[in-house]
């Protein structure tokens, strides 16, 4: 007995270690269509009237159309061409999704920035304004489902260059709001490498900032600065990231072959996933990320990878199982100390 007890915490050990250190895979992967210009982004469409076979699916929009996955998943097709003719469009224009409204927002414009809202019930543009505060394409965009509240990040460039990193809140098809600077300095500063917006399980804005390596979180009703998830991996691409609707974050960099996933909850690090990616310098294209209502992640790199590769959370073990682990340690570690003092 005295040989078993320190064998199972050994076993403890090792559950805990493995199950702390997860590495996902693809369960699948998706062609790209052909032609597909720069990809804008990827985003979580759940099931609509509209939608074909009413079925959920994710959204790749470029710069000039929009494509679904067909029922099959195993390759796209196109569902709309949603920019007006004559607007300048580049490989800095942003896109969001809201499904509770059914609209995707998008930024464009030829001597101003503006924000499209097209509805995809209706096929049409319904709304387009300027975003006047912006002095140059934003950084990220997000909307929170079931308003027209809409967030913009622009990173402003240098601070030498007299542009303050910021977010802006923008109610669609009302005019803009003024905008809320971050600033360089304080609580829930961000930096000029300020990218990609997201909302939480938890409704909360998460900001991703490469330059700092962290995902800030802030309140989306009054823009207060709430908390901040510090990122182990150094090189990560700001214009993407991932929230599973299980809670967990997923970031990657355009130069690795892996990515980097977190807890959403508690911001620790959960383990690593291998991402359609290549170290090369010569060719890049822009990262796209997103999550659905299963569980699932989808990524995708326009330029160097010819597929969307998706990832299901449900291998990731659930947080109770590592509390397990430790208590099983925790306990076998006391009767062995009970033992050894008899």
Known sequence: MTKTIPFLCLVALAFATAHANVHLTPTHTTALPPGRYNVISLEFVPPTSWSPGGQSHVMLTTE?????????????????????????????????????????????GNFDVRLYAYSLAAGSVVSEEALSDLPDYPNGLAVRHGTNDVFVSFAGGSEAAGYTPSLYRYTAGAG??????????????VSSQVGALRIGPDGRLNVLDAGQQKILRYDPV???YVD???????AVDGNAFAISSTGYIFTADLNSTSG????????????????????????????????????????????????????????????????????LLAGLTFLQRRRQRA
């Open 260 to 327: 980097v996933i977190y807890n959403y909850a508690t911001g620790a690090y959960v383990g690593t996933f291998s991402a359609p990616l290549h170290p090369s310098t010569a060719l890049r294209g822009r990262l796209a990320m997103t999550a659905d209502d299963l569980g699932n992640v989808y990524v995708s790199n326009e330029l160097i990878s010819s597929h969307l590769a998706v990832y299901s959370t449900a291998a990731i073990p659930e947080p109770a199982h590592y509390a397990l682990a430790a208590g």
């Open 222 to 224: 009054t823009l207060a």
């Open 228 to 234: 901040a998830i510090s990122l182990v991996s150094t």
């Open 64 to 108: 000039v159309e929009a494509w679904m996955p067909d029922s099959t998943g195993t390759s796209f097709f196109k569902i709309y061409d949603p920019f007006p003719m004559g607007v300048r469009l580049n490989r800095l224009s942003q896109a969001t999704y809201d499904p509770a409204n059914q609209i995707v927002y998008y930024t464009g």
């Open 176 to 189: 803009d709001q003024n905008g809320v600077a971050f600033g360089y300095t304080g609580p829930g500063a």
